[in-house]
């Protein structure tokens, strides 16, 4: 596959360390077989997210030293609720820290009763988080496509649209809360939604008067998967397609760290300036800080109103899209199986299937991600049986559905080598697959054991 050539060129740069694996073997067993614990400075190719971890632009570093820290009514702030109005065409603009902090101002105000459900076509782990923090009941229901890996299929982040009706006809219109659409639906691998689909959901909450979120952290790639992808869309701007796409929410929520390439940041949208406004400003002053600044520093707001602008350029996101599309050809020509089509932000590879040998129970995602460190100094993670918590009510080991290594790409930090590394450092694994060994844990906290969890090698 031709791989899409970056559409700029590079002004600063940072060095990373070339380890040898003697090195690296000594420190991983330093952090207990756990990657989240090695210092990034002895890490050469960083996958393990794409949040925060981008690259500004030279306008995004002007705009921090043009930042206005004022208290109240910066302009910074008000140069960001200008882009972003542009952008999703709603009314009331609220920054605040990061998007889970939108969550946490959000789904209190939304969810009135405790017990009332929010259904999603698969939430975030933090906004499933606060909807069960603000008494709410959290419902998965994406399309049936989204759940098996080896379909190659357009739009496998969609909404299951017959089984939300099915679910409101059962809950009742007045308990379900709201409806979050997340987009891209990152759980399901950065798997884009459709217009097509996102206007069917609106139209069945309308019919039932339930509001509609959007969970909008990748909401410029999910643009430009719906111009390459869905009919009557490719002669439409990115732009134009998400004021269409966000015409169909009432409010929506979003991690800045994602699209808006910013390293720090956070939106919260509504729509029309109506019954919700005045209890979010509320929340945002005692959680987060003054509205005009939401918890932000006046050149996080400044770096943020630009970013939105560039997350959005066709160019940057045919170059963006492109480079993940590239890396999983490369391991497609090397037989190494992953999660179809490529998502936007990152590639899953299906540890399961190319560590048959390692049961779900010796966490073959997470042996993946050790050994992928020892080869090569790449840092990625399991999104596997190892991230699942054991059953609270009876301590027992959850299974994972999939096992797989999530290969997350940071924005405008990697070139195309940095991805045949990747590449080959994968097709090395593979050749010598049976002698990868799967992992226990020796120690791990009651939740989201998965960040600090020591472990060592089992034969
Ligand atoms: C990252 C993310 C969030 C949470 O945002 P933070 O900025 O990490 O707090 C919420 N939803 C989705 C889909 C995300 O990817």
Not at 81 to 88: L, S
Request: glycine fraction near 10%.
């Amino acid at each position: 596959m031709k791989y899409i050539p970056e559409p700029f060129k590079i002004k600063m740069v940072e060095p990373i360390r070339m380890t040898t694996e003697a090195e690296r073997r000594e420190k991983i067993a330093a952090c207990d077989w756990n990657g989240f614990g090695l210092a990034a400075e002895d890490v050469y190719i960083d996958l393990l997210t794409d949040s925060g971890t981008g690259a500004m632009s030279d306008s995004q570093w002007a705009a921090m030293l043009t930042g206005d820290e004022s208290y109240s009514g910066g302009r910074s702030y008000y140069h960001l609720v200008e882009n972003a109005r542009e952008i999703f065409g709603y009314e009331w603009i609220q920054p605040v820290h990061q998007g889970r902090a939108a969550e946490k101002v959000l789904f209190p105000v939304l969810v009135e009763r405790r017990g009332q459900v929010v259904i999603s076509n698969t939430f975030f782990d933090t906004t499933r988080a606060h909807v069960g923090l603000a008494g709410g009941r959290p419902v998965d229901c994406v399309c049936p496509e989204g759940l098996d890996s080896g379909l190659d299929a357009p739009f496998k982040g969609d909404m299951d649209v017959d089984r939300l009706e099915d679910l409101i006809t059962e809950f009742g219109a007045g308990e379900v809360a709201g409806i979050v659409m997340t987009i891209t639906n990152n759980s399901v691998g950065g798997q884009p939604v459709s217009m097509a689909n996102m206007k069917a959901t609106s139209e069945i909450a309308a019919r039932h008067g339930i509001p509609v979120v959007i969970d909008a952290a990748r909401f410029a790639e999910n643009a430009y998967f719906i111009k390459e992808r869905e009919e009557g869309y490719a002669d439409k701007s990115t732009r134009e397609i998400t004021r269409e796409f966000f015409s169909y929410a009432d409010i929506f929520t979003m991690s800045a760290k994602k699209d808006a390439i910013a390293n720090m940041g956070g939106l919260l949208g509504v729509r029309e300036e109506g019954e919700h406004v005045p209890d979010v400003k509320s929340l945002v002053i005692a959680g987060e800080g003054y509205v005009t600044y939401g918890g932000l520093s006046g050149r996080d707001l400044a770096a943020l109103a630009v970013g939105l602008v560039e997350g959005l350029d066709e160019d940057y996101l045919r170059y963006r899209l492109g480079q993940v599309a590239y890396l999983a050809a490369q391991l497609d020509e090397r037989g190494i199986p992953f999660q179809r089509p490529a998502g936007g932000h990152a590639v899953f590879v299906d540890a399961g299937r190319l560590l048959p040998h390692i049961p779900w129970y010796r966490y073959p995602g997470h042996a993946l991600a050790v050994e992928l460190y020892i080869e090569a100094g790449i840092r990625s993670c399991d999104i596997g049986s190892y991230l699942m918590d054991r059953d609270p009510a009876t301590g027992e080991q959850q299974r994972a559905p999939l096992e797989f290594t999530r290969l997350a790409i940071p924005r405008r930090t990697y070139t195309q080598s940095h991805l045949d590394v990747i590449a080959e450092a994968l097709g090395e694994i593979a050749d010598r697959a049976e002698q990868v060994k799967g992992y226990e844990i020796t120690w791990e906290p009651k939740v989201l054991r998965h960040f600090t969890s020591k472990l060592r090698p089992v034969d």
